[in-house]
């Protein structure tokens, strides 16, 4: 039997260095992710928990960074792995999309690596619709002939949303009536509601039927409310 600083000895390589002379490179193995949030569809302003695990070589350490392609933000720009068994490892952000962009949120873990497992990646996506809109009409229910009425358009979205924003359009059952402008710009308010105004004009003695219609903006989806005026003296 031939010991091995023997062997070493005869071949002129040095224990720990390669025939070429250069050091002996360990091996990174790769490593996977499994990565997911949870609910899978949340409205602007609240959250939704993202949790990565990543199996590599025996147990893997390190931390893992997260991204959005969409406006949002996370509880942490990253976290760091804890053992959970065996060769995996997993830890958890949690994030709140704050516009809903395209309607879909792409969201990507990227793993940091460690001296026994190679860098990986995997992405999941968010379902982010617009939120839902009120919207409520407020004119004097009883008009002059001839003498301008204001009315006055609330809009008010959910309550985790940016106030709504955008236009309100509106409309009347009566041709002989008309508005001051065709439209009218929303002002923000107090929490989640935002106001504009209109004068509306009539010369006839008779029923009015007036509809307010909120286009809705990126984050909020359209509403629209009427309001009955009636003219006589």
Known sequence: MVRLGVVVALLGVAPGA????????????????AFACAPTSIRVGLATTCTVTVTGAIHPT?????????????????????????NQARCRVTYTPTGTQT????????????????????????????????????CPQLGDPGVSITCTVTVTGSAAAPAPTGQVTFGRNQPDGSFSAPGCTL???????????????????????????????????????????????
Do not use: W
Not at 200 to 206: A, I, R
């Open 187 to 233: 002002v923000a308010g107090s929490g989640a509601s935002s106001t504009c105004s209109i004068d509306y004009h009539e010369t006839s003695y008779t029923h009015h039927k007036i509809y307010a219609n909120y286009l809705g903006d990126a984050d909020l989806a359209p509403s629209y409310a009427t309001a009955d005026v009636f003219f006589f003296t």
């Open 18 to 33: 390669s025939a070429a002379g250069a050091p002996a490179v360990a091996t990174t193995a790769t490593s996977s992710l």
């Open 103 to 138: 309607g879909s949120h792409q969201i990507t873990a990227s793993y940091s690596g460690d001296p026994a497992d190679a860098t990986s990646q995997a992405m999941t996506t968010v379902d982010v619709p617009r939120g839902s809109t009120t919207t409520t009409l407020s």
């Open 62 to 86: 390190g931390t893992v960074a997260f991204t959005s392609d969409s406006p949002g933000n996370f509880s942490a720009t990253s976290c760091t792995l804890a053992l959970i068994g065996g």
